[in-house]
């Protein structure tokens, strides 16, 4: 377990969103990235709640944001050191914001990002 404050947490967070290419970054609409303490269950590192932008159609407007939410109690505690950390936030940001984009958990587990 990794002892971080929610406030180093999120820089974290904001260096990994740094690391996504801008060319992704530039076709994500309409969603944020909200870090949380706690997951509805436990084990869950990340979580997306939306309507994927492959299922959006011309009646989509005026909805509120989709939202990634990262928790970090349980990433911490799933880290041994702050350079894991570091990692599996990278990584649980991009399994996030590809299920935004509309790839499935089985497509990302055949990809490595499980």
């Not at 971080?4 to 820089?11: Q, V, Y």
């Not at 011309?58 to 950390?85: H, K, N």
């Not at 936030?89 to 990002?113: K, N, Q, Y």
Request: net charge negative; with cysteine.
């Amino acid at each position: 377990m990794v002892e971080l404050t929610r406030k180093r947490f999120e820089e974290l967070v904001a260096d990994a969103l740094d690391t996504i290419p801008p060319e992704l970054t530039r076709m994500m609409d309409n969603v944020v990235i909200t870090v949380s303490e706690d997951p509805p269950e436990p084990g869950l590192l990340g979580l997306y709640e939306g309507i994927p932008l492959t299922e959006r159609g011309e009646s989509y407007s005026g909805v509120l944001p989709d939202q990634i939410f990262l928790y970090w109690r349980e990433i911490c505690a799933f880290c041994e050191t702050a350079d894991q950390v570091v990692e599996e936030i990278r990584i649980t940001v991009v399994h996030e914001i590809a299920h935004h984009f509309g790839i499935s958990d089985e497509r990302l587990h055949e990809l490595g990002w499980g």
